[in-house]
């Protein structure tokens, strides 16, 4: 399985970006795909998740302003609004099969104050 992140990009407090994950390879034996997020000097942290079926869990801080959809097995999206400037990182998908995890290669976000 390969993950080809994109979308990321300097954008003013209060706006908006998405981020889309494709992924290529042996994409159904993915069950669920997620979003992390690494700012500098900080952990890499889990941003949101969505299962195969459609269930999705959030991080406190972004709930109500990001939304993680998937529309087939291939594309994964990352819909961040009301951008803070504490949302700065760089953002990974993530894809989880029964045996293993995948990252993709990463996509910077800067939310300018």
């Known amino acids: 399985v390969q993950l080809q992140a994109s979308g990321g990009g300097l954008v003013q407090a209060g706006g908006s970006l998405r981020l889309s994950c494709a992924a290529s390879?042996?994409?159904?034996?993915?069950?669920?795909m997620g979003w992390y997020r690494q700012a500098p000097g900080k952990q890499r942290e889990l941003v949101a998740e969505i299962t195969w079926g459609g269930s999705t869990i959030y991080a406190d801080s972004v709930k109500g302003r990001f939304t993680i959809s998937r529309d087939n097995a291939k594309n994964t999206y990352l819909q961040m609004n009301s951008l803070k400037s504490e949302d700065t990182a760089v953002y990974y998908c993530?894809?989880?099969?029964?045996?293993?995890?995948?990252w993709g290669q990463g996509t910077l976000v800067t939310v300018s104050s």
């Open positions: 993530n894809g989880r099969t029964l045996a293993k995890t995948y």
């Open positions: 390879g042996n994409i159904y034996s993915i069950n669920n």
